[in-house]
């Protein structure tokens, strides 16, 4: 018998059941954890990107010649007398390495020591932004009492500097003005009792030089510069006795250069002309130009070839004594090979013809002690190959050279003739001639620890006079260089060692005098202190008084002590 109880017990289990079955069909409406059964396979397209060319070529080894040392002193040669850099001006640097960040930073240093030597050397800079600069350099050199063949060998010179440069991103402007003024006395000079002369005259030397440029930016894709420099100078001697007026000599010139790079080509163009008056020969003119094209191209990935030709040329008229003129105009070919042979050897061919600098300030800046009235021409070089091999091995570099250079004028100074201005020694005059160089050199540089560099070359050199048949004067036969240079006390000091050793010279063309083996050797400790002051000692010449220049010695053993600030 059913009971009432027992209908309703069964109705609600059928409820539950059936809402159990419901809730287990219907899906979740908000899953916490989803499983894919199916396979999908997700494929791109390849991307190959195209091989780049050209980008790769061997690394190009700076040209630095076996005379040339590292220079490790101070800097002193203005920047209008350094070759122009063919390459685009990269953006300026924010800092020099003597210092760091922007605004304004320098160094200043002066010592005094025996034969009352004394020095002033400033370098300071500014830069107004990152890609503005303005430098300013200023040196003073003097001595008073080094007093050879009787005669005190005073000296007191001067040069300085101020340099601006602003680089965009389109086009870069700078400009320099410089001057110098160098008074010393020509001690060497004999006067053997002539009438009227002055033992031991005083020379003044004095030069103005202005130079503009304005150039490609760096994003330009076309390299370009355009250059104009203009220069004043005058030289004065009191080679006569009171009552004469001292002789003076007045230079002036101006030249341009315009440089087009774009790619493997290059084409360059430089001209100027220059006049020098004088009592004797007043409107003395010459004129120069310098062209050439070129054009770089790769043999296979290690070899780079440049190829091309230039002309030079330059008019002298009324340059010599007695008004005659001179022309000279060549065309000589350009080619510079660059070959990597290994990962660590390096094989440079090149010949190179060019045209020096005519401007005299440079000629007395070479031999002070030459005669006033000089002939001034700019050396035409229509050969100048070089043969140069490299290698590096971890530490240590090492290379070979060998050189040739043939001049239609080579340009020489020699000992002047007996009685020459009244003076029967102690002048030079300034030479030119059909001359031949060949040298052939090696080099070592050492590095095994940073801070600590050695280098060690020598070279054998003839050259000849081939218009006399004859040895160039002060050109020797053998030359040995060296340096070293290490760091200590952390690198707040460094010890610096600089020397060269000079075979014995012919002085004149005749072969009538020979000077002796000329050795030097430069010492320069200093120390940097918290704060950037520092403390310099130096040691100079002290290997003897042999003199460079006939009858004109150096002052030996010369101790000099300074101080400075950097900030």
Same mark, same amino acid.
């Given at each position: 018998?059913?009971?009432?109880?027992?209908?309703?017990?069964?109705?609600?289990?059928?409820?539950?059941?059936?809402?159990?079955?419901?809730?287990?069909?219907?899906?979740?409406?908000?899953?916490?954890?989803?499983?894919?059964?199916?396979?999908?396979?997700?494929?791109?397209?390849?991307?190959?990107?195209?091989?780049?060319?050209?980008?790769?070529?061997?690394?190009?080894?700076?040209?630095?010649?076996?005379?040339?040392?590292?220079?490790?002193?101070?800097?002193?040669?203005?920047?209008?007398?350094?070759?122009?850099?063919?390459?685009?001006?990269?953006?300026?640097?924010?800092?020099?390495?003597?210092? !760091?960040?922007? *605004?304004?930073?320098?160094? $200043? =240093?002066?010592?005094? /020591? +025996?034969? @009352? &030597?004394?020095?002033?050397?400033?370098?300071?800079?500014?830069?107004?932004?990152?890609?503005?600069?303005?430098?300013?350099?200023?040196?003073?050199?003097?001595?008073?009492?080094?007093?050879?063949?009787?005669?005190?060998?005073?000296?007191?010179?001067?040069?300085?500097?101020?340099?601006?440069?602003?680089?965009?991103?389109?086009?870069?402007?700078?400009?320099?003005?410089?001057?110098?003024?160098?008074?010393?006395?020509?001690?060497?000079?004999?006067?053997?009792?002539?009438?009227?002369?002055?033992?031991?005259?005083?020379?003044?030397?004095?030069?103005?030089?202005?130079?503009?440029?304005?150039?490609?930016?760096?994003? !330009?894709?076309? *390299?370009?510069?355009?250059? $104009? =420099?203009?220069?004043? /100078? +005058?030289? @004065? &001697?009191?080679?006569?006795?009171?009552?004469?007026?001292?002789?003076?000599?007045?230079?002036?010139?101006?030249?341009?250069?315009?440089?087009?790079?774009?790619?493997?080509?290059?084409?360059?163009?430089?001209?100027?002309?220059?006049?020098?008056?004088?009592?004797?020969?007043?409107?003395?003119?010459?004129?120069?130009?310098?062209?050439?094209?070129?054009?770089?191209?790769?043999?296979?990935?290690?070899?780079?070839?440049?190829?091309?030709?230039?002309?030079?040329?330059?008019?002298?008229?009324?340059?010599?004594?007695?008004?005659?003129?001179?022309?000279?105009?060549?065309?000589?070919?350009?080619?510079?090979?660059?070959?990597?042979?290994?990962?660590?050897?390096?094989?440079?061919?090149?010949?190179?013809?060019?045209?020096?600098?005519?401007?005299?300030?440079?000629?007395?800046?070479?031999?002070?002690?030459?005669?006033?009235?000089?002939?001034?021409?700019?050396?035409?070089?229509?050969?100048?190959?070089?043969?140069?091999?490299?290698?590096?091995?971890?530490?240590?570099?090492?290379?070979?050279?060998?050189?040739?250079?043939?001049?239609?004028?080579?340009?020489?100074?020699?000992?002047?003739?007996?009685?020459?201005?009244?003076?029967?020694?102690?002048?030079?005059?300034?030479?030119?001639?059909?001359?031949?160089?060949?040298?052939?050199?090696?080099?070592?540089?050492?590095?095994?620890?940073?801070?600590?560099?050695?280098?060690?070359?020598?070279?054998?050199?003839?050259?000849?006079?081939?218009?006399?048949?004859?040895?160039?004067?002060?050109?020797?036969?053998?030359?040995?260089?060296?340096?070293?240079?290490?760091?200590?006390?952390?690198?707040?000091?460094?010890?610096?060692?600089?020397?060269?050793?000079?075979?014995?010279?012919?002085?004149?063309?005749?072969?009538?005098?020979?000077?002796?083996?000329?050795?030097?050797?430069?010492?320069?400790?200093?120390?940097?202190?918290?704060?950037?002051?520092?403390?310099?000692?130096?040691?100079?010449?002290?290997?003897?008084?042999?003199?460079?220049?006939?009858?004109?010695?150096?002052?030996?053993?010369?101790?000099?002590?300074?101080?400075?600030?950097?900030?």
């Amino acid at each position: 018998m059913i009971t009432p109880l027992r209908l309703v017990l069964a109705f609600g289990l059928l409820v539950v059941c059936t809402g159990t079955a419901d809730a287990q069909a219907l899906p979740d409406l908000a899953p916490r954890e989803v499983e894919i059964r199916g396979e999908l396979t997700i494929s791109f397209p390849s991307l190959r990107r195209q091989p780049l060319v050209g980008f790769n070529p061997p690394p190009r080894i700076p040209e630095i010649g076996l005379r040339r040392m590292p220079y490790v002193e101070a800097y002193k040669q203005t920047g209008a007398e350094l070759p122009q850099n063919p390459l685009r001006n990269p953006t300026t640097p924010r800092a020099l390495p003597m210092a !760091s960040g922007q *605004g304004f930073n320098g160094t $200043i =240093e002066t010592g005094f /020591g +025996r034969y @009352s &030597t004394r020095y002033l050397n400033v370098d300071a800079a500014l830069y107004a932004t990152s890609s503005t600069r303005w430098t300013v350099r200023g040196d003073y050199d003097g001595a008073t009492s080094w007093a050879p063949h009787g005669f005190n060998a005073e000296a007191d010179g001067f040069s300085g500097v101020t340099r601006y440069v602003t680089t965009g991103s389109r086009s870069a402007f700078g400009f320099d003005l410089g001057g110098s003024s160098h008074a010393y006395r020509l001690f060497g000079v004999d006067t053997a009792g002539t009438a009227g002369t002055s033992p031991s005259p005083r020379r003044t030397r004095s030069d103005l030089l202005g130079t503009a440029w304005f150039g490609s930016g760096s994003d !330009s894709r076309l *390299g370009y510069r355009l250059q $104009i =420099e203009g220069f004043t /100078g +005058r030289v @004065s &001697t009191d080679a006569f006795e009171a009552e004469v007026a001292p002789g003076e000599r007045d230079d002036a010139g101006v030249s341009g250069q315009l440089e087009v790079n774009s790619g493997g080509f290059a084409l360059d163009a430089a001209a100027g002309s220059l006049t020098l008056d004088s009592a004797e020969n007043p409107g003395r003119a010459v004129g120069h130009f310098d062209a050439g094209a070129s054009v770089r191209f790769d043999l296979g990935r290690s070899t780079t070839v440049r190829i091309g030709g230039r002309a030079l040329g330059f008019e002298a008229s009324g340059a010599a004594t007695g008004g005659s003129r001179r022309a000279l105009t060549y065309a000589s070919p350009l080619i510079e090979i660059e070959s990597v042979l290994a990962p660590n050897v390096r094989l440079e061919l090149s010949q190179r013809p060019h045209l020096d600098n005519p401007r005299p300030g440079n000629r007395f800046r070479e031999q002070p002690y030459l005669s006033d009235e000089v002939h001034i021409e700019p050396t035409l070089f229509d050969i100048d190959a070089t043969v140069r091999l490299r290698g590096f091995w971890r530490t240590i570099q090492a290379s070979m050279i060998a050189t040739y250079q043939g001049s239609p004028n080579y340009r020489y100074v020699e000992h002047a003739p007996t009685n020459y201005a009244g003076y029967p020694r102690g002048l030079s005059a300034l030479r030119y001639g059909e001359a031949r160089t060949l040298s052939l050199g090696g080099e070592v540089r050492l590095s095994p620890t940073p801070g600590v560099e050695a280098r060690l070359g020598a070279r054998v050199q003839d050259g000849r006079l081939t218009s006399l048949d004859a040895d160039l004067p002060y050109f020797s036969r053998w030359v040995v260089s060296g340096m070293l240079s290490s760091g200590f006390a952390n690198r707040r000091g460094l010890i610096q060692l600089t020397s060269e050793v000079l075979g014995p010279r012919a002085v004149d063309a005749a072969g009538g005098l020979d000077t002796d083996t000329v050795a030097d050797l430069d010492v320069r400790i200093s120390y940097g202190f918290v704060g950037g002051a520092l403390v310099a000692l130096e040691l100079r010449n002290m290997l003897g008084e042999t003199p460079y220049w006939y009858n004109y010695p150096e002052a030996p053993a010369t101790v000099v002590l300074g101080v400075g600030w950097r900030w």
